[in-house]
């Protein structure tokens, strides 16, 4: 691969780097391994470059090669196991221009978003990053109709979560 | 309100949040070695293709007596000939599935595409180790029966076997065979159940999706 390609490449990911970080922290729930999935999902991204083509924009690409590492191809390695030293909004969470109530309510949406299943938190993901059904239902293989279908079973999910 | 959309508010606000890698920082990881599972069952299906070739080509070469009593049972050359390309035909078979499936696995396909081609790659390994079992079973079998009939000491002393010590025999053999190929049942399914798990477990919910 030519120094040019690479040059390139970087050049993109560094731009778009926060769509792997935002998959990170959906799918690990530590620094290290937080780490650990970006460099992973980083090596998939570089390994298919070279068959990237412009036709789809590399954002969108992105989407597709991070969940897919995400979701399938990651193994998680021994020390992504610890679980207990992170709380998503805490560890989000810097802002203090919330009020008490939206600030709780958020608490518990990001508790409940991390306990979907891993195919859940990808359609959240895709439709917290307002993707539209069509993408939605591309980047899974599922048909729009079932995207849209699961989709409302999560806010419900949600919902009760949320106003037991 | 609904939740999902006070949610997708706040997400966007976490942008700022992340430690941002430079190009400095990019570059070296460009250099590491994947981990992924496609990788790991890249080099298990090496594994395995290496590994029951030479079990089928070692006792050969590395036993005279070994070599002396198959050739004692396959006094037919021609059937021996032809079995030797058979089995080194279905190995070449097996290689040409394996390479053509790995090649089709591809991080740019849609989640479940790329589940299935896993699978799929995973479904050619499982039949060559059956393959290799049935094998190894069949060889066994036809192996007990010229030993004994070649034997003379031994036919002499089965022969006199009364129908207890039959029924014990064949107990054994059955028993033996069986822990034989248990462990290699708990084998493959340690090995794989524990790689391919999460796989199998997101590839169910996707596939609930479409009921």
Known sequence: MTKELEH???ELLE????????VCRLYTNNYDAHNDLFQEI???LWKAYPKFRGDSKFSTWMYRVGLNTAITLYRKSKRTINTQDFNGVEFRMKADDYDDTEEQQLKTLYKAVYELNDIEKALVFLYLEDKDYREISETMGITEVNARVKMNRIKTKLKTI??? | MDELEL???????????????????????LQKKSSSI?????????GELIFWILINVIPYFSSDSFRERLDAVYTNEYAFMGLTVFSYGVILLFIYLLFKSHKAISVTDNAKKLMESILKTRRVIKYYVLYNLVMAFISMVIGMYFAIMHDPKLTDTISHFNQKQMLVTYAILIGVTSVFVFIIWLFYKLLYGLLLKRLNKNYKELKKLEV
């Open chain 1, 8 to 10: 390139h490449f970087v």
């Open chain 2, 7 to 29: 949610l997708k508010k706040d997400w966007n606000r976490q942008d700022t949040t992340f430690k941002k890698l430079s190009s400095e920082d990019i570059y070296p990881i």
């Open chain 1, 162 to 164: 949320l106003n037991p």
């Open chain 2, 38 to 46: 496609v990788k790991t069952l890249f080099y298990i299906s090496i």
């Open chain 1, 42 to 44: 980083t090596i998939q």
């Open chain 1, 15 to 22: 731009k778009h780097q926060n769509i792997i970080h935002k």
